[in-house]
C-alpha cells in the first residue's frame, strides 16, 4: 500500500481532497483508493443513492459548497464527458485543481473543452479495467492494481497538471501507459470497441437459433460472445464517440471477411488458412501477465464432479503439483453433473501436471 498521498517518488504529492464526479463502478474504486491512501475523497453524481451507497462503503462523502478539490476525477458516461469536464473547470477557476477524467474515449472530451480557458489544468486519463458488474456496489479499492492506465495528455497540458495524474495512477495501483489522445482511441478501437462489436454479432446469430443448434454451445462461442453481453445503452455512447477510429477498422475487418467468404466459398483452404494463421499470430502478441512478452501456454482439461469441494480439492492438488495455474475456466457439462476444468499453464509444464493429477485420481482429458 502506498504511503499517505504520496504515490510515486519524484512526482507531487497528492494531498487531496480529491473530488470523483459520478459515484459508479469506476468513480467509487477510484474513491476507495483513494481513501486507501489516507486522501480525502469528495462524492457528486446526479444519483443521490449512488452518492448514499459509496459513501457507505467508504469510498468519501459527500461533496459541499465549501469544499476545494485538489483533484477533480470526472468518472460519467461518455455522452456526458465534454460537459461535466467543462463544469468542472468551471467550478475549479482561480485555484491549480487538476481535472482529469476516466472516459473510454479521450478525443471527443477534449475536443469540448479545447477552447477552455482551464484547459492547462485539464488531462485526460483511462484505466483499462472493469466488470461485467455496474455501480457502486460493485467497486473495489484493487480495481485497478496492476491495471494498465492510459494517460493522455494534450499539447497544452500543464506539466504538473500531467505528473498529477500520473501520481493518482501510481497510487491506485495502475500502470501508466502514455499515449496521444488520437493515439489513445486508435488502440481501444483495435483492443475493446471493434471486438465487442465483433462479439456482438457472433452472439446475435445465436439469439434466434434452434434450441437443438443451442444445445451444441461449447466454450468456444461462450469465449467469443461473453462481452457480448455488456449494456447495450452504456456501449452505444462508447462506440459513437469513436466512430472515426472504429469505422477505419470495421473497414479492415470487411474486407478480411470477404476474403473469408470467397476462400469458404470455392474451397480455397491454402487462402482460409493463411487466414486463420493470421488469427493465431494476433493471439501470441497479446501481452501476457505484468505486461510480458507472450509465452506458449497449454489447456489442461480435467473432469470435475459439480458439489462442494471438488474444485478447491483440484486446485490444491494442482498447487502441490508446484506448476502455475496462468489461468483457469469452467465449461459445465449439460447432461452429466460434472464440469470440464480447464487450467492453462506453461506449455513446457503441460505434461507434468497432466501425470501429477491423473496419480491423484483426477480424470483429465489428453
Known amino acids: 500500500m502506498p504511503e499517505q498521498g504520496r504515490a510515486h517518488p519524484g512526482l507531487p504529492d497528492l494531498t487531496g481532497p480529491v473530488e470523483v464526479v459520478g459515484a459508479g463502478l469506476l468513480g467509487t474504486s477510484i474513491g476507495l483508493a483513494c481513501r486507501r491512501a489516507g486522501l480525502e475523497v469528495l462524492l457528486t453524481d446526479t444519483s443521490t443513492e449512488n452518492v448514499r451507497t459509496a459513501s457507505g462503503l467508504g469510498a468519501g462523502r459527500p461533496r459541499t459548497d465549501a469544499d476545494r478539490p485538489a483533484l477533480v476525477v470526472v468518472a460519467v458516461p461518455p455522452d456526458h464527458l465534454g460537459a461535466v469536464i467543462e463544469a468542472a473547470l468551471d467550478a475549479t477557476e482561480g485555484t491549480d485543481a487538476v481535472v482529469?477524467?476516466?472516459?473510454?474515449?479521450?478525443?471527443?472530451?477534449?475536443?469540448?473543452?479545447?477552447?477552455?480557458?482551464?484547459?492547462?489544468?485539464?488531462?485526460?486519463?483511462?484505466?483499462?479495467?472493469?466488470?461485467?458488474?455496474?455501480?457502486?456496489?460493485?467497486?473495489?479499492?484493487?480495481?485497478?492494481?496492476?491495471?494498465?492506465?492510459?494517460?493522455?495528455?494534450?499539447?497544452?497540458?500543464?506539466?504538473?497538471?500531467?505528473?498529477?495524474?500520473?501520481?493518482?495512477?501510481?497510487?491506485?495501483?495502475?500502470?501508466?501507459?502514455?499515449?496521444?489522445?488520437?493515439?489513445?482511441?486508435?488502440?481501444?478501437?483495435?483492443?475493446?470497441?471493434?471486438?465487442?462489436?465483433?462479439?456482438?454479432?457472433?452472439?446475435?446469430?445465436?439469439?434466434?437459433?434452434?434450441?437443438?443448434?443451442?444445445?451444441?454451445?461449447?466454450?468456444?462461442?461462450?469465449?467469443?460472445?461473453?462481452?457480448?453481453?455488456?449494456?447495450?445503452?452504456?456501449?452505444?455512447?462508447?462506440?459513437?464517440?469513436?466512430?472515426?477510429?472504429?469505422?477505419?477498422?470495421?473497414?479492415?475487418?470487411?474486407?478480411?471477411?470477404?476474403r473469408v467468404r470467397a476462400a469458404v466459398g470455392r474451397g480455397d483452404r491454402a487462402a482460409l488458412e493463411e487466414v486463420l494463421e493470421h488469427g493465431v499470430a494476433g493471439t501470441r502478441v497479446i501481452p501476457a501477465k505484468h505486461g510480458g512478452p507472450a509465452r506458449p501456454m497449454a489447456s489442461v482439461w480435467v473432469s470435475v464432479p459439480d458439489h462442494p469441494g471438488e474444485l478447491a480439492r483440484l486446485l490444491a492438488d494442482a498447487v502441490a503439483s508446484e506448476v502455475n495455474i496462468e489461468d483457469i475456466r469452467i465449461d459445465h457439462d449439460p447432461g452429466r453433473p460434472t464440469g470440464l476444468v480447464e487450467l492453462l499453464v506453461e506449455e513446457a509444464r503441460a505434461e507434468h501436471l497432466l501425470g501429477s493429477l491423473e496419480s491423484r485420481g483426477w480424470t483429465t482429458h489428453r
Request: charged share 20%.
Open 100 to 258: 482529469t477524467d476516466v472516459g473510454s474515449v479521450k478525443g471527443v472530451p477534449l475536443a469540448a473543452v479545447a477552447d477552455h480557458r482551464g484547459i492547462a489544468r485539464y488531462v485526460g486519463s483511462h484505466p483499462m479495467a472493469g466488470s461485467e458488474r455496474s455501480g457502486p456496489l460493485a467497486g473495489s479499492a484493487a480495481l485497478f492494481d496492476g491495471r494498465p492506465w492510459a494517460i493522455t495528455p494534450h499539447a497544452g497540458s500543464d506539466p504538473v497538471a500531467v505528473e498529477t495524474v500520473e501520481a493518482l495512477v501510481r497510487l491506485a495501483g495502475g500502470v501508466p501507459v502514455w499515449l496521444t489522445p488520437a493515439e489513445h482511441d486508435r488502440a481501444v478501437a483495435r483492443t475493446s470497441h471493434v471486438p465487442h462489436l465483433l462479439s456482438a454479432l457472433v452472439a446475435g446469430r445465436l439469439a434466434d437459433g434452434p434450441e437443438n443448434h443451442l444445445a451444441l454451445s461449447g466454450q468456444g462461442v461462450r469465449d467469443v460472445t461473453r462481452v457480448a453481453a455488456g449494456d447495450p445503452r452504456l456501449y452505444g455512447q462508447i462506440v459513437s464517440a469513436n466512430a472515426d477510429a472504429v469505422v477505419a477498422l470495421l473497414d479492415e475487418v470487411r474486407a478480411e471477411l470477404d
